[in-house]
C-alpha cells in the first residue's frame, strides 16, 4: 500500500482527531487483528492503518459509504461530483431538495452507491457536519451555507485502497467484538456519557443511554478475561468512573476542546483514556 495519509471522508461527532496523539501513544506494542467497533468517521483507523481490522457503526448508511468507497469507488466519485456540479447558485434549495431524496432512500433501506454520495455530500453541506436524526430516524440537520466542494479524489482512492484489507459491519457493538481473541486490539469509542441531561448524546433513532454504557462496561469485562488489549474513550463523569474505576485499569485523565457542542462554556472538558494493560 501508499504511504500517503488519509484522513476521515466525513466529518463526525465524537471524531478522535484531536486525541490522536494520546491515543497514539498508549497503543500496545504490538497486537494480532484490530477491532473498532464503535469507528465513526474513522480518524483513528486512518491514522493507525492497522492490518486485519474490523470495523463496526451501527449506522447503516455511514457503513454502506464505507463499503461503497471500499468497492466502487471510481462509480462513488462520479456520483458526487454529479451532486457538487448541478448544486446551483440557490444552495439552500438543492440542499434540502438532496436531504429529502436521502432521506427517501434511507426509509426504503436503499442502501447503495447513490446513497453514499447523498451521505457524504450532505454531511460536507450540513451544520457542523452532524448527524442527526428524528424520532421517525429521517435526518433533520439544517444546511451550513458552504458550496465547497464534498470530497478530494485522490483521498477517496487511497481510502478504497485501504479498507479493501478492512472487515465491514453494521451491527451492534458487541456483535462485532464476537470473534476478538487473545492478543487482538479493541479501540472503543462509543457515543459519549451525558455531561448533563441535555446534552448532545443520540447519534441514531436508538441513542445510547444509560444501559447501553453498562452493557459495554460488560463487555470491556469480558474482552480483559479474553486476554484482549482494550483501550476505551469517554467524558470524565462519574458514571465513567463507577463503570470502569475499581477494577485495576489504567484511567489517564486528558483534556480536550469540545467542537461540537452549543454551550460554549462547555467547550473545554476532560476526557478519560482507560487500558487494560501498561
Ligand atoms: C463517538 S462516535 C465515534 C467517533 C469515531 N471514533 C471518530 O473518530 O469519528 C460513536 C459512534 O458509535 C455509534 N453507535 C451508537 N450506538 C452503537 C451501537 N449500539 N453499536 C455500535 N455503534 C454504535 C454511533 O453511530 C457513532 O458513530
Known amino acids: 500500500m501508499s504511504n500517503s495519509n488519509i484522513s476521515p471522508f466525513v466529518k463526525w461527532a465524537g471524531g478522535k482527531r484531536q486525541l490522536l496523539p494520546q491515543i497514539k501513544a498508549r497503543m500496545p506494542k504490538e497486537y494480532n487483528n484490530y477491532y473498532e467497533p464503535f469507528v465513526g468517521g474513522g480518524a483513528v483507523l486512518f491514522e493507525l492503518r492497522p492490518e486485519n481490522a474490523l470495523i463496526n457503526d451501527i449506522n447503516k448508511a455511514l457503513m454502506n459509504t464505507y463499503r461503497q468507497i471500499c468497492s466502487n469507488p471510481e462509480a462513488f466519485l462520479?456520483?458526487?461530483?454529479?451532486?457538487?456540479?448541478?448544486?446551483?447558485?440557490?444552495?439552500?434549495?438543492?440542499?434540502?431538495?438532496?436531504?429529502?431524496?436521502?432521506?427517501?432512500?434511507?426509509?426504503?433501506?436503499?442502501?447503495?452507491?447513490?446513497?453514499?454520495?447523498?451521505?457524504?455530500?450532505?454531511?460536507?453541506?450540513?451544520f457542523n457536519g452532524l448527524y442527526r436524526v428524528n424520532v421517525k430516524g429521517l435526518f433533520n440537520v439544517p444546511y451550513n451555507n458552504s458550496r465547497s466542494s464534498s470530497v478530494d479524489d485522490n483521498m477517496i482512492m487511497e481510502i478504497s485502497k485501504y479498507l479493501k484489507t478492512v472487515k465491514i459491519a453494521d451491527g451492534d457493538f458487541e456483535t462485532a467484538c464476537l470473534d476478538a481473541a487473545k492478543g487482538d486490539f479493541v479501540f472503543l469509542d462509543s457515543p459519549y456519557a451525558p455531561l448533563n441531561p441535555t446534552s448532545f448524546e443520540s447519534y441514531t433513532k436508538e441513542g445510547f443511554d444509560i444501559e447501553s454504557h453498562r452493557r459495554l462496561a460488560g463487555l470491556y469485562d469480558e474482552l480483559t478475561s479474553r486476554g484482549c488489549y482494550c483501550m476505551l474513550t469517554n467524558h470524565n463523569t462519574e458514571l465513567i468512573n463507577e463503570l470502569y474505576g475499581s477494577k485495576g485499569y489504567q484511567i489517564d485523565v486528558v483534556s480536550v476542546k469540545r467542537l461540537i457542542n452549543s454551550d460554549a462554556s462547555n467547550r473545554v472538558g476532560e476526557e478519560v483514556i482507560i487500558r487494560n494493560y501498561e
Open 78 to 126: 462520479k456520483e458526487i461530483s454529479r451532486l457538487d456540479s448541478q448544486m446551483s447558485e440557490d444552495g439552500k434549495t438543492y440542499y434540502y431538495s438532496k436531504r429529502e431524496h436521502f432521506n427517501d432512500k434511507l426509509m426504503k433501506a436503499e442502501y447503495d452507491i447513490e446513497l453514499a454520495a447523498l451521505f457524504v455530500f450532505i454531511n460536507k453541506h450540513c
